[in-house]
């Protein structure tokens, strides 16, 4: 179809096609299934590097793919595996961010992903920027990749069920919020800036009273519009039970919900996951108190795909943090 499609055009323009013009952004590297049935696809771009999808199948008809937004990732939050690689792509770049993704190869991973698999896990329902990367550090592409995610002529998905997610970027998420109709998660995971400073050096910049009063304020503004916050949870860290009040006050005033997500162990961390007993005791903590909360466990954790398992396994690590003293024997440090 397309070489009799380009029959048909001039010989200049076909030329100049060839010189400046990419039909495919990625081509496939390796796909692995995990035993739950979650699929993380490896993606080799034009320069070599490779980045990773995740096609997470849902037992209730849901099926979601997780998109990269970058090449590595600059954040270096101590308890996910991408950002703590710091030669991943065997560069010597800090925390390991290689590139930015473009907006082709943001959305061809959607793309590719449903061709490759839609006879296995049906038409994705969700698409999910929590991928490689931190999104609105890139946020000229990711902005124009949702917009194709969501347009009638592009792959058609309803606005609720394309979420980007950040670790805190606050310039960036004001302007996603004024440009985009998409959903936002943020990374919350601490109570305190003491942890959260720890745990997600992004707060150094922009902390919990910074983002919290611009959420509060920016959500004032867009109606019906619920932000969501992510909380990976960490044994011993920021699970307790003060943590679970402490959550109640920070996110008073804001529209949200709150995802509790358990902790997936990789080589590059310390932390240890909370038993579900105890994130079911910290969730009922928070839905006494009219929180609307959801539990999330690990997917394809067999295979690296879970939440912050996302590179190369092997890879050299970033130096972990100086851990705060009275958190030592949580981490075994």
């Not at 849901?62 to 991408?82: D, H, I, L, Y």
């Not at 805190?168 to 400073?197: I, M, W, Y």
Request: hydrophobic content about 40%; charged content about 20%.
């Amino acid at each position: 179809m397309l070489s009799m499609t380009l029959q048909c055009l001039n010989k200049d323009f076909v030329k100049m096609l060839g010189e400046h013009a990419k039909f495919k952004a990625l081509s496939l590297e390796n796909i692995l299934t995990a035993s739950d049935g979650t699929r993380k696809i490896l993606f080799r771009l034009d320069d070599g590097l490779v980045i990773e999808t995740v096609v997470i199948p849902c037992d209730r008809g849901r099926t979601t793919v997780c998109v990269s937004s970058q090449v590595g990732c600059a954040m270096n939050c101590q308890f996910c595996f991408t950002g703590r690689q710091a030669n991943i792509f065997h560069i010597e770049t800090l925390m390991g961010l290689k590139r930015h993704l473009s907006t082709a190869e943001i959305v061809e991973q959607a793309v590719f992903a449903q061709r490759l698999l839609t006879h296995e896990v049906g038409s994705f329902t969700n698409v999910v920027f929590m991928g490689m990367g931190e999104p609105l550090q890139n946020i000229d592409s990711v902005i124009k990749a949702a917009d194709i995610m969501v347009h009638d002529q592009g792959l058609h998905f309803s606005p609720r069920k394309v979420t980007v997610s950040t670790s805190g970027l606050v310039p960036q998420l004001k302007r996603f919020l004024h440009e985009s109709n998409c959903a936002l998660a943020v990374s919350l995971n601490a109570t305190t800036d003491e942890v959260r400073n720890w745990i997600m050096p992004i707060n150094r910049k922009y902390n919990l009273g910074l983002l919290l009063q611009t959420l509060r304020e920016e959500l004032g503004l867009k109606n019906s519009y619920k932000v969501l916050f992510e909380y990976v949870m960490l044994d011993g860290v920021n699970d307790s039970v003060d943590d679970a009040y402490r959550l109640i006050d920070l996110v008073q005033g804001i529209p949200c919900k709150i995802n509790l997500i358990q902790f997936n162990p990789h080589c590059g961390s310390l932390f240890r996951p909370t038993s579900t007993e105890k994130m079911i005791k910290f969730r009922n903590i928070l839905a006494e108190a009219k929180c609307v909360v959801f539990m999330r466990y690990s997917k394809g954790d067999d295979q690296m795909a879970a939440c912050g398992q996302l590179g190369k396994p092997g890879a050299i690590q970033t130096p972990l943090i100086r851990v705060p003293e009275q958190f030592k024997m949580a981490v075994n440090a």
